[in-house]
């Protein structure tokens, strides 16, 4: 009897991570174009070019698929946004920072992930928190760390970063995140002008050695 050249059994380390990129970036554009609802694991295995039982081998049902999906997509979302060591004048800083933020927010993947994880929440509510937990919180404690550094440089002075980087976050995106998820768009100079003023007057609420009320 002829022997296959190749063993059967499970694909090698490397196979297997294309496989699962291809796998997941299938299910990723059948979810943004339809929904979560009207995408069926039959109709992300053909997308993809692979079987039903290769789909189940690693995740148990669409919600984990879909949780794969969105933990994938959040990571590629935060790729490109960093908090490095502050060199330069504080409000240019941050300014920086809420910009990557506001590009973060306005890229269509992003709203296409929190409509879903919204609109699903009330059965899986493990995806909101995945999202809170791996998005919302992620940014909010890297843009702390760069608070704490610009507080030990001597540029601010705060007593908790982790509320303070909510605070940010909350004046800068608030109304974008809005606009967004209702489909609707902010002019450019008018987001632009509202990032500056928000930065201004998350500053001036920190500013070292300013009198604080009683």
């Given at each position: 009897m002829l022997k296959s050249g190749r063993r059967g059994g499970r694909p090698k380390r490397a196979e297997s991570g294309v496989l699962e990129k291809r796998l997941i970036n299938a299910?990723?554009?059948?979810?943004?174009?339809?929904?979560?609802?009207?995408?069926?694991?039959?109709?992300?295995?053909?997308?993809?070019?692979?079987?039903k039982a290769t789909i189940y081998s690693r995740y148990n049902d669409k919600a984990q698929l879909f949780a794969a999906?969105?933990?994938?997509?959040?990571?590629?979302?935060?790729?490109?946004?960093?908090?490095?060591?502050?060199?330069?004048?504080?409000?240019e800083?941050?300014?920086?920072?809420?910009r990557q933020a506001l590009r973060l927010?306005?890229?269509?993947e992003t709203?296409?992930?929190?409509?879903?994880?919204?609109?699903?929440?009330p059965r899986f509510p493990e995806l909101a928190l995945l999202m809170d937990r791996e998005g919302f919180q992620r940014?909010?404690?890297?843009?702390?760390?760069?608070?704490?550094?610009?507080?030990?440089?001597?540029?601010?002075?705060?007593?908790?970063?982790?509320?303070?980087?909510?605070?940010?976050?909350?004046?800068?995106?608030?109304?974008?995140s809005r606009l967004t998820l209702l489909g609707l768009t902010a002019e450019p100079d008018r987001m632009e002008f509202a990032l500056k003023t928000a930065v201004r007057l998350?500053?001036?609420?920190?500013?070292?050695?300013?009198?604080?009320p009683q």
């Open positions: 299910a990723a554009k059948l979810f943004a174009e339809r929904g979560f609802d009207a995408t069926s694991v039959d109709t992300v295995a053909e997308r993809a070019g692979v079987s999906v969105l933990r994938a997509q959040i990571s590629d979302l935060f790729e490109d946004l960093s908090f490095v060591a502050p060199h330069g004048d504080a409000y800083v941050l300014l920086d920072v809420g927010v306005n890229r269509p709203t296409a992930i929190y409509r879903i994880v919204i609109a699903q929440t940014g909010q404690s890297g843009i702390a760390v760069l608070l704490r550094e610009l507080s030990m440089r001597g540029d601010i002075e705060i007593d908790d970063f982790e509320i303070a980087a909510e605070l940010f976050l909350s004046l800068v995106i608030g109304r974008l998350f500053l001036e609420g920190f500013l070292r050695n300013r009198g604080r």
